[in-house]
């Protein structure tokens, strides 16, 4: 039992957190210097190439990731600590895989339709309210963005198919 009276779940220990992450941010630290190094680092005749400041950026994070994953391999007797349990990684992944679906229809849908259909998702899925109800709700939601940011502040953001028939 834990803290909150709770069986233990078991899940993904803090252990294999900090080294999962320090590998991924490793692996995009060596991607900036692998592409700044193609664009050109260093100095030039009218001062620094464009990849100058990214190369040392990812410099920097490659190696403050292996700090990292030599700290979290040299850790003696913390390897069953919990960083998350298998049922909060669940709660944490019904939001953020729908998220990542969301960012991935804006270029197809627009900005608008999409958060409209956000909305409706997590009011249904994880607020438990009737479509009838999530449906008038996510329709104004894109109602009131597209009337503050395209009508009143001007900004242009991503539409979609609607927003062009619609004219706009």
């Known amino acids: 039992m834990n803290l909150s009276g709770e069986a233990s779940a078991g899940g993904i220990t803090s252990r294999a957190a900090e080294v999962g992450t320090a590998l991924v941010m490793a692996a995009m ?9 193609r664009i050109g680092a260093g100095w030039g005749a009218d001062g620094p190439l464009s990849g100058t400041f990214p190369f040392w950026i990812g410099v920097m994070l490659v190696a403050a990731s292996l700090g990292t994953l030599a700290r979290a391999l040299a850790k003696p007797g913390q390897d069953g600590a ?18 990542i679906a969301y960012v991935a229809a804006i270029p197809f849908t627009g900005l608008y339709l999409a958060s409209a259909a956000l909305v409706v998702w997590f009011m249904t ?42 004219g706009f």
């Open 82 to 99: 919990m960083f998350v349990t298998w049922p909060q990684l669940r709660l944490v992944m019904s939001v953020l895989l729908p998220t």
């Open 29 to 37: 630290g060596a991607a900036a210097i692998w592409d700044s190094a």
């Open 125 to 166: 899925r994880l607020g438990g309210f009737r479509l009838r109800s999530a449906i008038p709700a996510g329709i104004a939601t894109a109602v009131v963005a597209f009337t503050v940011f395209e009508i009143w502040f001007l900004v242009a953001l991503p539409k979609g198919p609607i927003e062009t028939w619609l």
